[in-house]
């Protein structure tokens, strides 16, 4: 093998070795599908033959504080890192906002704009909750304004080095690597990307979606929807209002409390009414070709089906986490971190946004994520002061 950048001290060679034994480990769960699971990217295992690396020379190789995920934290941690005068670079592997650009083509927020603001920039939206497509547009806007440094589509891989030192490595989607150095670490990478799996045989039939887009392609077929959350019951009826024979099925007594206010009783009167069936207490025990099989409490019952969406939840990825050397609580998955600073058990690297709450997803969202980028800019301001990386 070929030293590639000795020059930094840094031999891509180790990187390329620890990205290649990253990727072995979690091949199944590098997938990057679009919504409806059509077009699925997949970061193929990169083959040691291949005319080697394509490091593109950058000028933004180095920062103070390099900062993983472009989510709404992952911003809010550049812009306050970037008000006390440190130089922040961000990286994405996908777009800006990738998990809210990834949400139901015409989700409404649950949250009024005002406190899904960052970097005090106002979000006047035309009603009274905003659209993902006006959330879309503000986060953009937002990180305009700022001028923010964000490499999108690039998948961060490995964090090595130690504080104040950090090497960070990424492959983008055709393969290419880069290297990074940073002094200090944020990781905001969100939980959307990884679905909580059934189980159960047939999950893996293309016919199967852990996300929904948009309810089109299923007009006049019969769809299982799974779950009884917001996205299970908002799924279920932007289905069945656009002509789609829908069932839903969930393995408690009845709806989950946190219900959207305005999405519970029109969910709730179409199942009263028979126009939406629902099986409670239940649980999809096999996935077929053109049918399913549900436990209910009366025995199995068989339906004809075209489609499933599994609405059971997501979760962050443990482990990258662990990866990079972080602990996680033993119940919950908890990034063990400094409940003010958020800097982790590792000196350095930081923690922010929904990943600090472990496998309790619905504990953090926009509305108080976004607060931790003043908390981690403030204690990086205390450790770093003004000797800001040379720009
Ligand atoms: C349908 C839906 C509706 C919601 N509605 C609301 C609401 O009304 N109000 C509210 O406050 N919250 C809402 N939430 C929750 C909210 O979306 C999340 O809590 C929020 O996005 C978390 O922000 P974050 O910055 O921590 O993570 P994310 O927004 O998930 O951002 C993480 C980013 O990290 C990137 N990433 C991950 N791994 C890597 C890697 N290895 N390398 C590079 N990049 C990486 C991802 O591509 C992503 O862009 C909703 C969530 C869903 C799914």
Known sequence: MIRLIES?????????????????????????????????????????????TKIRPGADTRSDVLIVGAGPTGLACAIEAQKVGLKALIIDKGCVVNSVYNYPANMVFFTTPELLEIGEIPFNTAHFKPTRQEALEYYRRVAEHYKLHIHQY??????????????????????????????????????????NLLKIPGEDLPKVFHYFREPHPFYDTDVLVIGGKNSAAEAALDLWRHGVRVTLVHRR???????????RPDIENRIKSGEIPAYFNSTVAEIGLDYVVIKTPDGPVELKNDFVFAMTGYH????????????????????????VTLESNVPGVYVGGVIVAGSRTNEIFIENGRFHGKQIATHLKQKLGGTAAQR
């Open 154 to 195: 690039q998948w961060v891989k490995t964090i090595a080095g130690k504080d104040g030192d950090f090497h960070v490595t990424a492959t983008d989607r055709s393969n290419g690597i880069f290297d990074y150095r940073a002094r200090k670490i944020v990781i905001a990478t969100g939980y959307y990307d990884l679905a």
């Open 8 to 52: 930094e001290g840094f031999c891509i060679t180790q990187a390329r070795a620890k990205i290649l034994l990253f990727i072995a480990k979690r091949k199944a769960k590098d997938c990057i599908s679009d919504p409806q699971g059509q077009h699925s990217l997949v970061t193929e295992q990169i083959p040691a033959t291949l005319p080697q």
């Open 253 to 263: 007594v009845g709806l989950h409390d946190h219900i959207k206010y305005w999405v």
């Open 316 to 339: 962050p990825d443990f482990d990258f986490l662990t990866s990079v050397g972080i602990e996680l609580s033993s119940e919950q998955c908890r990034p063990v971190c400094d409940p």
